[in-house]
């Protein structure tokens, strides 16, 4: 079975996450389905499906978010040997050398990406070019506008 490599971070928004799920949505779903049983035909009874199909939903969700914690490899950046080089976990900063714009990344597992909190897939085009460079390397990543340049200005295990 593989294992998808994941922050300290996100395998704890995953648990908070699934806590909420367990204790409180589910426990109200519930409720939601018994009040609207009191009200007579289910076949009519808009609550009642609605709220069947949020359970739907839900559990769905616990199952899936119990099976990508059951896969996770959480990785502690922090405990790592801090060499310099550019990890899963790393935070990077980076300066765009065409536009000598200077922007900030953090290198994550598939399902803690998000660019817009800077936070990159370890499986992204960027990430792929940066991973194993240093301080001073200049990365290269290919994009569909052509190829763009990177100058490492910084590495840390955040």
Excluded: W
Aim: hydrophobic content about 40%; some cysteine; charged content about 30%.
């Amino acid at each position: 079975m593989n294992h998808t490599p994941m922050t300290v971070r996100g395998a704890e928004k995953l648990r908070e996450e699934l806590e909420y799920l367990k204790t409180v949505l589910r426990p109200q779903i519930i409720e939601a389905i018994a009040e609207a049983r009191e009200h007579g035909d289910l076949k009519e009874n808009a609550e009642y499906h609605a709220a069947r199909e949020q359970q739907g939903f839900c559990e769905g969700r616990i199952q899936e978010i119990e099976g990508k914690l059951a896969n996770a490899q959480v990785i502690d950046v922090t405990k790592m040997a801090s060499n310099g080089r550019i990890i899963f976990g790393s935070t990077v900063t980076l300066l765009k050398t065409e536009t000598e714009e200077e922007v900030v990344y953090r290198i994550v597992g598939d399902d803690e990406a998000d660019i817009k909190q800077n936070l990159i897939s370890i499986n992204s085009p960027i990430a792929r070019a940066l991973i194993g460079k240093e301080v001073d390397d200049v990365a290269v990543v290919k994009t569909p506008g052509g190829e763009v340049e990177y100058e490492i200005l910084d590495v840390q295990y955040l």
